[in-house]
């Protein structure tokens, strides 16, 4: 032991190097979520709002569409190890054609500094590259015309012509970090520094006004109002806002901030009128959330709270039609409409490894890991097994947590705070903004392993700095396995990784999706082992010279040969090297390469009829090499769920067989089912697997009268006659009775429960989902849940609600909450279908009927029907529209249009399937409706077209 902890002691390294690190040509395996993975760092429009782009510590910048949320777009600056290519800025150019992005982005591979990245918005081609930067960016703003850039690098700001990339002036006199640019419509450039003070510039960086703020000692920004007569400043030491004119810079007025204490207002931003000033930051709010507060009157008036992240507020950007965007470092982002509410919102995709610390758990190799989904570990417990390639449970055997406290030696200080000690003398080498976020004695007790915010640091157990190992994320925990070989770490960006003890080489990291289901595990050279659909987690992105600089391109697919579940396997197992995996002449050389398969015939859809068996005829190519083929396995899946698996296709001895050429042979499939479906193969050597191919499966014949399904109904319907909302308990009515006279055609069982206003509360509901956890548990079982009545946006928790039997108006915590739903549907192993008839954005179109509801509808859907297990949605509406109901329609018109396709409108060749009721549905609806109101069909990738019901013929 003594001898590698003087290795990792030897090579000791100070703190993130202030010049710009050399980028990597080599590709690289990166998480990819469609959402951002680490803090969002701040956002922007262009000026008719129809673009938002948002800029992350996950080294992306993302281009989403303000009307739907929908994403567009991720632009990936070059990247590095560790801290190479975080972003902290982000601009759009008013006409929205270009973003600009900085942060820790190198400029080249030659190390030439710091460096701003312009791409063009609509194709994410990179169109000019900004430097040579003294230091780190934190701020970016262009012009009202467009036609400059100002950028805020270390203790400096300039300015670039945007069209030629010249620069027209800069002013590096700033005593620390310029972390605000920001210019008004008469080209003038105001900046906020740490150093406490404002800078207001003429065109060309002339004549600047210097003023020291009041509030706090570090302005963190600083904006313009709209019509150019004040600045706003937020503060990143204090919860205060400074009004100040844009003339001299002297004070003019402090908005209200009664019933905040502490924290700080670090982010600032006006209304596109001019008539709110909102600012957020890290202050506790109502149920311990980060609120923006908006005051009239441009500041001056009363103020309102719009609690929006649990975590801290990274950025404010108004938009034309008086809505507010915002991005929080959850992460998450969204749009707060004039009234408040949400419009929509992008939640996390990672798990929360905060609070942590006594749970993050190792067993004794390192092999099996303890970890939360949540924060402090209290929901959602799990554990992950490398050896095994599983996500599971918590494991007993995991129990090695951190061990913080030694006898006689006292580390304090650690736990979110600045500078650290060691029996109360600071540890030498954490920088001043460098925080503490864990810390783990090795088992031996002679040294411990530090995770800030940027590395892990190694210390001995006198204070002697080691090994420093830069971290593309915070390390909320760290552990050591039960003999000491190797480290674990849960980082902020929601991943889990493996540090060999040795000399902290990363070995593995494991990103588990925070649906609870999907997960990727891979090596630093791109090998990896995932779930099913854990493909779309991740993305390539390799470092290219072009145009003169670096660019960067994500591919859209994993190189086969690079899973590797058996290399995964022995990750922690010595002596697999990389070099192993290259080495013809060793068997993995061999096992390493993963087979490959493709379907013969039929080609396009595999017929059969009921009850017969069915040839399909499949080609195996193996890996090339001189020994003996393994024995292939081919597993066939239909929808998603376990079908068939085939296996014993090795030659017998003495046969002249060649594995690097093609090997045709059939397969004999039986028991198809009585419906069709979307069948689809992998191909196995012991080592590794293929790629998936897939053939559509369609029964011929006449359909049968009653297949092997079961099904479960739970219709819920409230009426709120406050909104005159008559209809929604009838409508569960109607739903439940059709169902209790239908099922017996289609299905072996039916269960119908309904549950209409006051039986409606909270509690029954919940308790109804659970009978339907305990019950429904088959993978033939498919539960239908029918929802009608009125939902809402939460402006006091966030989310969408919906307002149950035993809620009073606004007492939310009886509202069932889309966090309820998620977590009940996403556990169901067979079919899911739910049917939304609530609400939607506001009323849209002059058809008569009452609305039922607001905002948040369509985003709170595509939620639900991500969870993973074939989930189907069908929602009353789109996002900018109302779901109605009228006394022609004998309630709502989207309920109406269901049933009567249940009923046999929408069946073709005697089967109601979910795409031939969506396509009914939506005619009928929008025929009724004048196209005011349009049904939307929501599912995973995995579920696909089914039959709901069987309709005999009269």
């Known amino acids: 032991m003594a001898c590698w902890l003087h290795w990792i002691l030897l090579f000791w390294a100070c703190a993130p190097s202030r010049a710009a690190e050399p980028v990597t040509d080599a590709p690289l395996l990166r998480a990819e979520a469609?959402?951002?993975?680490?803090?969002?760092?701040?956002?922007?429009?262009?000026a008719d709002g129809g673009y938002l782009v948002t800029a992350s510590d996950d080294k992306t910048a993302r281009v989403w569409l303000r009307e739907t949320g929908e994403l567009l777009r991720v632009l990936r600056p070059p990247i590095g190890s560790g801290h190479e290519g975080r972003l902290y800025a982000v601009a759009m150019s008013p006409d929205g054609d270009l973003v600009a992005v900085g942060g820790y982005t190198a400029l080249a591979s030659e190390g030439e500094g710091f460096g701003v990245w312009v791409f063009e918005r609509s194709s994410g081609h990179l169109v000019r590259r900004l430097g040579d930067l003294p230091n780190v960016v934190r701020a970016l703003a262009f012009s009202k015309d467009g036609e400059r850039l100002a950028v805020g690098s270390g203790r400096s700001v300039q300015v670039f012509r945007v069209e030629t990339g010249a620069l027209e002036g800069e002013d590096q006199r700033y005593g620390d970090d310029c972390v605000s640019v920001d210019f008004d419509a008469e080209?003038?450039?105001?900046?906020?520094?740490?150093?406490?003070?404002?800078?207001?510039?003429?065109?060309?960086?002339?004549?600047p006004i210097e003023e020291r703020t009041e509030a706090g000692r570090r302005p963190a920004q600083a904006r313009f109002s709209p019509d150019g007569q004040r600045i706003a400043v937020g503060f990143q030491d204090s919860p205060a806002v400074e009004l100040r004119s844009s003339a001299s810079l002297d004070l003019r007025g402090r908005p209200g901030v009664d019933g905040i204490d502490g924290g700080?207002?670090?982010?600032?931003?006006?209304?596109?009128?001019?008539?709110?000033?909102?600012?957020?930051?890290?202050?506790?709010?109502?149920?311990?959330?980060?609120?923006?507060r908006c005051w009239a009157e441009g500041g001056r008036g009363g103020w309102t709270d719009h609690p929006v992240s649990e975590e801290t507020v990274t950025g404010l950007r108004g938009l034309p039609d008086g809505a507010m965007a915002f991005s929080a470092a959850d992460p998450r982002w969204g749009i707060l409409s004039v009234t408040g509410g949400f419009e929509y919102q992008q939640d996390s995709p990672i798990a929360d490894?905060?609070?942590?610390?006594?749970?993050?758990?190792?067993?004794?190799?390192?092999?099996?890991?303890?970890?939360?989904?949540?924060?402090?570990?209290?929901?959602?417990?799990?554990?992950?097994?490398?050896?095994?390639?599983?996500?599971?449970?918590?494991?007993?055997?995991a129990n090695h947590t951190a061990i913080t406290e030694v006898d006689g030696i006292q580390v304090t200080k650690w736990r979110g705070e600045l500078g650290p000690e060691l029996n109360g003398k600071p540890l030498i080498g954490i920088e001043p903004r460098e925080y503490t976020r864990s810390l783990a004695f090795h088992p031996d007790r002679t040294f411990f392993v530090l995770g800030t915010e940027w590395n892990l640091r190694v210390y001995d157990t006198q204070g002697h700095p080691g090994l420093v190992v830069p971290l593309e994320a915070a390390a909320w925990g760290v552990t050591w396995s039960g003999d000491g070989e190797v480290l674990v770490a849960a980082l902020d960006d929601g991943t889990i990784r493996w540090y060999r003890g040795?000399?902290?080489?990363?070995?593995?990291?494991?990103?588990?999706?925070?649906?609870?289901?999907?997960?990727?595990?891979?090596?630093?050279?791109?090998?990896?082992?995932?779930?099913?659909?854990?493909?779309?987690?991740?993305?390539?992105?390799?470092?290219?010279?072009?145009?003169?600089?670096?660019?960067?391109?994500?591919?859209?697919?994993?190189?086969?040969?690079?899973?590797?579940?058996?290399?995964i396997a022995r990750i922690l197992a010595p002596p697999v090297t990389t070099g192993e995996i290259s080495s013809t002449s060793h068997d993995w050389g061999c096992n390493i390469h993963a087979p490959q398969v493709r379907i013969v015939s039929p080609q396009e859809t595999l017929f059969h009829e009921s009850g017969e068996s069915v040839e399909l005829k499949i080609a195996l190519r193996g890996p090339s090499c001189d020994i003996r083929v393994p024995a292939y396995r081919v597993e066939a899946k239909l929808d998603g769920l376990d079908f068939q698996t085939f296996e014993g296709f090795l030659p017998e001895e003495g046969t002249n067989f060649d594995p690097s050429k093609e090997w045709t042979l059939t397969l004999q499939l039986t028991g198809l089912p009585e419906t069709d479906g979307m069948l689809t193969l992998k191909a196995w050597t012991p080592y590794a697997s293929s790629k998936i191919v897939s053939i559509r499966v369609e029964r011929v014949g006449p359909p049968p009268e009653i297949h092997d399904w079961r099904v479960f109904v739970l219709s819920i319907g409230v009426d709120d006659p406050a909104r005159d909302l008559v209809y929604p308990a009838e409508d569960a009515k109607r739903f439940a009775e059709f169902w209790e006279q239908s099922w017996r055609a289609s299905y072996r069982e039916g269960h119908v429960t309904a549950l209409v206003n006051e039986s409606a509360s909270r509690g029954a509901i919940l308790d109804s989902l659970e009978v339907l956890i305990e019950t429904a548990n088959g993978d033939h079982?498919?539960?239908?849940?029918?929802?009608?009545?009125?939902?809402?946006?939460?402006?006091?928790?966030?989310?969408?609600?919906?307002?149950?039997?035993?809620?009073?108006?606004?007492?939310?915590?009886?509202?069932?909450?889309?966090?309820?739903?998620?977590?009940?549907?996403?556990?169901?192993?067979?079919?899911?279908?739910?049917?939304?008839?609530?609400?939607?954005?506001?009323?849209?179109?002059?058809?008569?009927?009452?609305?039922?509801?607001?905002?948040?509808?369509?985003?709170?859907?595509?939620?639900?029907?991500?969870?993973?297990?074939?989930?189907?949605?069908?929602?009353?509406?789109?996002?900018?529209?109302?779901?109605?109901?009228?006394?022609?329609?004998?309630?709502?018109?989207?309920?109406?249009?269901?049933?009567?396709?249940?009923?046999?409108?929408?069946?073709?060749?005697?089967?109601?399937?979910?795409?031939?009721?969506?396509?009914?549905?939506r005619r009928m609806v929008e025929d009724e409706t004048a196209k005011s109101q349009t049904p939307r069909l929501l599912y995973d990738r995995d579920s696909g077209n089914f039959p709901l019901l069987y309709v005999p013929e009269n």
């Not at 469609?34 to 262009?46: F, L, S």
């Not at 905060?354 to 758990?361: H, I, N, P, S």
Request: hydrophobic share 35%; net charge negative; aromatic share 12%.
């Open 34 to 46: 469609t959402m951002h993975t680490g803090v969002i760092q701040g956002i922007d429009a262009d």
């Open 187 to 207: 080209g003038r450039l105001v900046t906020a520094s740490w150093d406490g003070k404002l800078r207001l510039y003429e065109r060309g960086l002339r004549r």
């Open 264 to 292: 700080d207002l670090s982010r600032v931003a006006w209304s596109v009128d001019g008539a709110r000033l909102c600012a957020g930051g890290r202050w506790n709010g109502v149920e311990g959330s980060n609120p923006v």
């Open 353 to 397: 490894f905060r609070g942590q610390t006594d749970l993050l758990a190792s067993n004794e190799t390192g092999s099996y890991v303890n970890f939360a989904y949540d924060y402090g570990g209290y929901e959602h417990p799990a554990g992950f097994s490398l050896t095994e390639g599983r996500l599971g449970s918590r494991s007993v055997d």
């Open 502 to 567: 040795e000399d902290l080489t990363l070995l593995a990291t494991l990103y588990p999706h925070a649906d609870r289901k999907r997960w990727i595990v891979w090596t630093p050279e791109g090998y990896y082992h995932m779930s099913y659909g854990g493909d779309s987690l991740v993305a390539w992105q390799k470092n290219r010279p072009g145009n003169g600089g670096e660019v960067s391109q994500s591919m859209n697919s994993l190189p086969e040969r690079f899973y590797q579940p058996a290399y």
């Open 781 to 921: 079982d498919m539960v239908v849940v029918y929802l009608a009545g009125h939902g809402e946006q939460n402006d006091l928790l966030g989310g969408y609600h919906f307002k149950t039997g035993s809620a009073m108006e606004g007492e939310h915590q009886d509202y069932l909450t889309d966090h309820d739903l998620r977590s009940y549907l996403s556990v169901f192993p067979g079919k899911v279908v739910l049917f939304v008839d609530t609400c939607a954005a506001e009323a849209v179109g002059s058809i008569k009927g009452t609305p039922r509801g607001e905002s948040g509808y369509v985003q709170f859907l595509v939620g639900l029907a991500s969870v993973g297990n074939g989930s189907t949605v069908f929602a009353a509406s789109r996002s900018a529209q109302s779901s109605y109901e009228e006394q022609k329609w004998d309630g709502g018109v989207f309920t109406n249009a269901v049933l009567q396709g249940l009923e046999g409108e929408a069946a073709e060749e005697g089967l109601v399937t979910v795409e031939s009721l969506h396509s009914y549905v």
